[in-house]
């Protein structure tokens, strides 16, 4: 659950970094309109208005996304702390609670801020299910081991 855990943290935070050459492609591929993405409501007006703002942002304001590569950055960290706990997760225990947090702390930070920025109500639950799903197996590493830890303290004892 850790190594899912710590892949799912790095493949995340990749996707961050080619948002304008992926919605090119998306764009050519799918046209730039997204039309054929029409059987979902709403969906292809909002993809092509997200298009139109990554294309705007890439010519006048390429900067910008210098923000999207600290994004990925910090989603490496943390996969990268995540390290020690699949090596040893008895002795850092801690990190799956800080885990459940972070991953707690994802609905109110997309629900507050997603409003603020406009994102459509569907889109902010598709973020806070990244919370969500990313509870389930910090969750269960962590009790896993809570076990692990249990045996050895009985091993101990024997």
Do not use: K
Not at 22 to 43: H, K, N, R, Y
Not at 86 to 106: E, K, S
């Amino acid at each position: 659950m850790t190594a899912f855990f710590i892949s799912a943290l790095v493949l995340s935070g990749l996707t961050a970094l080619p948002i304008a050459p992926a919605f090119q492609l998306a764009a050519s591929v799918l046209g730039e309109d997204f039309a054929v993405l029409g059987f979902v409501p709403g969906l292809a007006e909002w993809l092509t208005r997200v298009y139109q703002g990554v294309r705007a942002t890439r010519a006048q304001a390429p900067f910008i996304f210098y923000g999207t590569d600290w994004l990925a950055f910090g989603h490496l960290v943390v996969a990268t702390a995540f390290i020690g706990a699949w090596r040893d997760p008895v002795r850092n225990r801690w990190l799956f609670r800080f885990g459940m947090i972070a991953c707690a702390m994802v609905i109110p930070w997309a629900m507050g801020f997603g409003a603020i920025r406009g994102i459509p109500f569907g889109w902010r639950l598709l973020d806070c299910a990244f919370g969500v799903v990313g509870f389930v197996p910090v969750w269960l590493a962590g009790r896993w081991a809570g076990q692990l830890e249990g045996m050895s303290r009985h091993n101990a004892l024997a």
